[in-house]
């Protein structure tokens, strides 16, 4: 199998399969020697802050010297992203190697699953294959019929911050919501939460005392110019935008809790894992009038809100967005931000038509300008005084390799 065999046969797998749970998934890593019962975790699950958590965390961790599995998603530009070591993702033959051992094994038995296990279960043989001392596993979604709480503890769960999202799936409000992320709690086990909103605060203590789990919580934090402050003590930290400070200082919490698990994480590592972590189109600069943010939820929306505040030009979003997010909410959630927007889309069966966003974008009170062809609507952005793409991540990495290719 190569790798483009490979991606064609992960990619054709469904997206969800039922009924919901991990029945199927558990039988075939049982069949597969169950890798994950020889690997430490330290589980993130959340609305937002997610991926810039696993981001620092494995940088932290990598920088004092552990082999480190990164699993996260979706990816920015290749799919290879979503299994790394440290800072080197999956090379194309291991891929291939493990995702013909994995539907071998998972076709011969008469197993079915979601695209999502899969990918995790073959990054889980990858990992243990590797000999990672620690694997940083970034929940799909929710929590507790997500793929990745197959696990049976973990070092620490982070419960990063909770708003609206994937309502369809986890429940209308922020508390029906939080329930399912902290469905990766394990009894006695250690959780650090974000400081979310009371609502979310007050489910997330109810479970940790359910589960008899030690809970906690991330202390203050703001942003600096060149990172974040949290208890008096200043870091430097490579991603930029205010919303940061908070996904940081739950980082910090988590390295104290690997710390008391016996990790060494020297002050210099931490320090140099701040600053030296990427995760691109998180507030990224890619030009010195253009800005990707994945802002893709009322609560990423918020943060991308806030974050722009800061920034005295004249600005315009160019936004495609996925039928199934909270669309509206969005909207009006940045309609104050921009001076005008680009109303764009992309070629996937997903994301709304430009002409249906549009209509949207116009109902909330913006300026709105349509333009189907992403690469046309790029071309406009660049003469704009200031520019932020935004709306999707598959957006932000189409933006990503438009300019990348370019220039």
Known sequence: MT??????????LPKLTYPLGNGQLMELLSLLGNPQKDLKFIHIAGTNGKGSAAAMLGSILTD????????????????????RIGKENISGERLAYFTALVSETMNSNNIRLSQFAFI????????????????????GLGGRLDATNIIDESLVSVIMSISLDHTELLGNTVAEIAKEKCGIIKPNGAVVAYKSSPEAMEVIENCCKEQNATLYIAGESHSTPDGFCSNNTEYSLSLKGDY????????????KVLRLKGFEIPEQALRSGFRNCTHRARFERIRENIIVDGAHNEGGAKALAEALKGIDKRK???????????????????????????????????CMK?????????????????????????ELAEREEFAVICGSIYLTGKALEYWEDEK
């Open 64 to 83: 004092s010297g552990y082999k480190t599995g990164v699993f996260t998603s979706p990816y920015i530009i290749s799919f290879n992203e979503r299994i």
């Open 354 to 378: 430009a002409d249906m966003l549009s209509e949207k974008a116009q109902s909330a009170g913006m300026n709105v300008l349509t333009e189907p062809c992403t690469e046309k609507a790029f």
């Open 120 to 139: 995790l279960a073959l990054a889980l043989l990858y990992y243990k294959d590797e000999q990672c001392d620690a694997v940083v596993l970034e929940v």
């Open 3 to 12: 790798e483009n065999q490979a991606l064609d046969y992960i990619l054709s």
């Open 244 to 255: 940061q400070a908070g996904n940081a200082a739950t980082v910090l919490e988590a390295v």
């Open 316 to 350: 315009t979003a160019v936004i495609a967005m996925m039928e199934d997010k909270a669309v509206d909410d969005v909207l009006l959630t940045l309609k104050d931000s921009f001076e005008r927007v680009i109303i764009t889309e992309l070629d996937m069966p997903r």
